[in-house]
C-alpha cells in the first residue's frame, strides 16, 4: 500500500501541481491542468518506477489511466481504483477486496491522478521552468519544494512537452528518500467516457469481498 500511496501521490500531482514562486511555470502547468478538466476522457499509459534516490535499480510496473474531469479509474497488476467524484473504491487482486471510502480533498490527493482544486495552489515553491531533453522530447522541466519543513514530500520535478503541454514525466521524492518516478508512455485524449466507468460494478467481480469504510 505505501508503494501504491506513493504512485498515485505523483499521478495526482503531476497534472495538478501549481504554486506561488515563478508565474511562468504556473501557466505552464495551469494550461496542462486544465487540458485534463476540459477533457471528455483522457487515457495515459505510464510506467512507474520505485526505488531509493541514487539507486542503479528500480522497481517498475505498468499502468493505464483513465481520466474525465475530477473522476478516473487507474490500472495496475495489483491493483484497480475507481472514483466518481465522490465515492472511491480500491480492488485489492491478491486478496480479491474491495476497499469502499469517500475520500477528504487531503485523501484523494494522495490517490488521485487529479488533485482537488485548491489543493495544489499553495504550499509549494516553483522554480522557473528550464529547458531540457526528457525520454527523446524538448520539454520544460519544472523542480519544486514543500513550504513546509515537516512535509513528507521532499521535492517534485516535471516534464511538460513543449510542443503540446501534456506531461511527459514526473519526479517525486519523499522525506526518507524513496524515489517514485512516472513515465508517461502514451497520452490520448479522444475519448468519451460514460460516467458509470468510474463507478465499481460488483456484478463484474463476483466472489469479491465489500469491505465499506464509510
Do not use: C
Not at 14 to 20: D, E, N
Not at 149 to 176: E, H, P
Request: net charge negative; hydrophobic share 40%.
Amino acid at each position: 500500500m505505501k508503494r501504491l500511496a506513493s504512485i498515485l501521490l505523483v499521478l495526482s500531482l503531476t497534472v495538478a501541481a501549481i504554486a506561488q514562486d515563478s508565474p511562468q511555470s504556473r501557466a505552464i502547468l495551469d494550461k496542462t491542468h486544465s487540458g485534463y478538466m476540459l477533457s471528455d476522457g483522457i487515457k495515459l499509459s505510464f510506467i512507474s518506477s520505485v526505488g531509493e534516490a541514487g539507486a542503479n535499480e528500480f522497481d517498475s510496473q505498468k499502468g493505464e489511466a483513465y481520466i474525465k474531469g475530477n473522476k478516473f479509474r487507474l490500472e495496475m497488476d495489483e491493483m484497480n481504483i475507481w472514483f466518481d467524484g465522490t465515492t472511491q473504491w480500491v480492488l485489492l487482486k491478491d486478496v480479491d477486496e474491495v476497499n469502499i471510502s469517500n475520500p477528504t480533498e487531503s485523501e484523494l490527493a494522495s490517490v488521485s491522478p487529479l488533485a482537488l482544486l485548491g489543493i495544489y495552489r499553495e504550499g509549494y515553491n516553483l522554480k522557473a521552468p528550464a529547458t531540457k531533453t526528457v525520454n527523446g522530447k524538448n520539454v520544460n522541466f519544472i523542480e519544486m519544494t514543500p513550504v513546509s519543513a515537516n512535509s513528507d514530500i521532499k521535492a517534485i520535478s516535471v516534464a511538460i512537452d513543449k510542443t503540446n503541454n501534456r506531461l511527459v514525466q514526473v519526479v517525486l521524492t519523499m522525506s526518507n528518500d524513496i524515489l517514485t518516478k512516472i513515465d508517461i508512455t502514451d497520452y490520448n485524449e479522444n475519448f468519451k467516457y460514460n460516467d458509470s466507468e468510474f463507478i465499481f460494478n460488483k456484478n463484474s467481480y463476483p466472489g469479491v469481498e465489500i469491505v465499506d469504510l464509510r
